[in-house]
C-alpha cells in the first residue's frame, strides 16, 4: 500500500536533546512537508522540500532542520534551540505540477513530548 | 498574505441531521484551490473535499458538499445526514494555483449527537 509512515508514534525526550523525527513516502511524490499542531493553532508549516538536497523554510523554522537526500525521506530534527518543542507533528506529501490542484497527503503524526 | 478563517471553534449537531461549518480566506489571487480536511480522533488527516477557484460550480463528495462563493471569499461545506464517524476536526485550506504551500484554518471541532 502507498502511503506515508513516521515513527515513533510516541515520543519523549528530556530537554536540551536534539532528536530526529522520521518521514518516510512511497507515493512518489516530489514535494515534503513539516507541520506543527498545538491545541487550537491548527497546522503550521516549518519546512518544505519539492526537490531533492534542496528546501524552504516555512512560518516556524527556527529550532528546527531538514535534509531531503532522498525522495522518499524528510527527516525533521528538532533540536534544543526550539523553546517549545512539545508538540503533535504531521508530515505530508504531494505531486507538484503547476495548475493541478494536488491536496497534500498526511502521515500519522509523532507526538513529541519534551521535558 | 493570505488568510484562512474559520469562526467557529466547536459545533454540535444531531445524528442524521445536516451541519454547516463556515470557512472564510483572504486572497488577491484569482487562481487557487480549497480544501476540506478531516482529522478524527485517530488524527490522522483524510481529504473530505477539494474545489478549484475556476470552477462555478460547488464540489460534491456523497453526503458532503461545499458552497464556494468566490466573490465573498466563503467556503462552507455541508455534511447531510451526520453520522457518528462525523466527529473529528475539520481544517478549511487554501492553496495558490503559484505555491504548494497550504495554509490551513485553525479548525472546527464537530461534535455528533446520538
Known amino acids: 500500500d502507498g502511503g506515508i509512515t513516521q515513527s515513533p508514534k510516541y515520543l519523549f525526550r528530556k530537554e536540551g536533546q536534539n532528536v530526529t523525527l522520521s518521514c518516510e513516502q512511497n507515493l512518489n511524490h516530489d514535494a515534503m512537508y513539516w507541520y506543527r499542531q498545538d491545541p487550537g493553532q491548527g497546522l503550521r508549516l516549518i519546512y518544505y522540500s519539492q526537490i531533492v538536497n534542496d528546501f524552504q523554510k516555512g512560518d516556524i523554522a527556527e529550532g528546527y532542520s531538514v535534509s531531503r537526500e532522498k525522495k522518499e525521506s524528510f527527516p525533521l530534527t528538532v533540536t534544543s534551540a526550539q523553546k517549545n518543542p512539545t508538540a503533535f507533528y504531521l508530515c505530508a506529501s504531494s505531486q507538484i505540477r503547476t495548475g493541478w490542484s494536488y491536496e497534500q497527503y498526511f502521515g500519522p503524526g509523532t507526538r513529541l513530548t519534551v521535558t | 498574505a493570505q488568510t484562512v478563517t474559520q469562526s467557529q471553534p466547536e459545533m454540535s449537531v444531531q445524528e442524521a441531521e445536516t451541519v454547516t461549518l463556515s470557512c472564510t480566506y483572504d486572497?488577491?489571487?484569482?487562481?487557487?484551490?480549497l480544501f476540506w480536511y478531516k482529522q478524527p480522533p485517530s488524527r490522522q488527516m483524510i481529504l473530505v473535499i477539494r474545489?478549484?477557484?475556476?470552477?462555478?460550480q460547488n464540489a460534491t463528495e456523497n453526503r458532503f458538499s461545499v458552497n464556494f462563493q468566490k466573490a465573498a471569499k466563503s467556503f462552507s461545506l455541508k455534511i447531510s445526514d451526520s453520522q457518528l464517524g462525523d466527529a473529528a476536526m475539520y481544517f478549511c485550506?487554501?492553496?495558490?494555483?503559484?505555491?504548494?504551500?497550504?495554509?490551513f484554518g485553525k479548525g472546527t471541532r464537530l461534535h455528533i449527537l446520538p
Open positions: 485550506a487554501y492553496r495558490s494555483a503559484q505555491d504548494d504551500k497550504i495554509i
Open positions: 474545489q478549484e477557484a475556476y470552477k462555478q
Open positions: 486572497t488577491s489571487e484569482s487562481d487557487y484551490y
